[in-house]
């Protein structure tokens, strides 16, 4: 007997992972028809073989909130994708450090610190 309720909870873990991968890649289909192959943080544009790391976010984080327009989403590579969803862990952490302590970056080098500056002279 307990047999069987492992195979029919396999059978349902199945059907609930075909599911999201279904509604998983119709989205993205339709993001990706929709929109630009740029990410829409970092500007890197994909195509070919790359263009797998290329996701779609969801700016109100609800994968289910998918509208024809693609109004709720925006494409982003996996790096600023998983950032994106890092920053409001960040954020929360900042908001838990203890009164007492001290507050400092959590990060000492910023890759993107001057880019504005160099910008602005590259165009000059």
Same mark, same amino acid.
């Given at each position: 007997?307990?047999?069987?309720?492992?195979?029919? %909870?396999? %059978?349902?873990?199945?059907?609930?992972?075909?599911?999201? %991968?279904?509604? +998983?890649?119709?989205?993205?289909?339709?993001? /990706?028809?929709?929109?630009?192959? &740029? !990410?829409?943080? !970092?500007?890197?544009?994909?195509?070919?073989?790359?263009?797998?790391?290329?996701? &779609?976010?969801?700016?109100?984080?609800?994968?289910?909130?998918?509208?024809?327009?693609?109004?709720?989403?925006?494409? /982003? !590579?996996?790096? !600023?994708?998983?950032?994106?969803?890092?920053?409001?862990? %960040?954020? +929360?952490?900042?908001?838990? &450090?203890?009164?007492?302590?001290?507050?400092?970056?959590? /990060?000492?080098?910023?890759?993107?610190?001057?880019?504005?500056?160099? /910008?602005?002279?590259?165009?000059?």
């Amino acid at each position: 007997m307990a047999e069987s309720k492992k195979e029919q %909870q396999n %059978q349902i873990f199945s059907r609930l992972h075909k599911e999201e %991968q279904s509604r +998983q890649s119709g989205y993205r289909e339709r993001a /990706l028809k929709l929109f630009p192959h &740029v !990410c829409a943080r !970092c500007v890197r544009e994909f195509e070919g073989k790359k263009l797998r790391e290329l996701t &779609v976010h969801h700016r109100d984080h609800n994968h289910d909130n998918n509208p024809p327009d693609g109004s709720n989403w925006e494409l /982003l !590579c996996l790096y !600023c994708h998983d950032h994106e969803h890092t920053r409001g862990i %960040q954020e +929360q952490r900042d908001k838990e &450090v203890p009164t007492g302590r001290l507050e400092k970056p959590s /990060l000492s080098h910023s890759p993107f610190a001057a880019l504005k500056d160099h /910008l602005k002279t590259s165009s000059d």
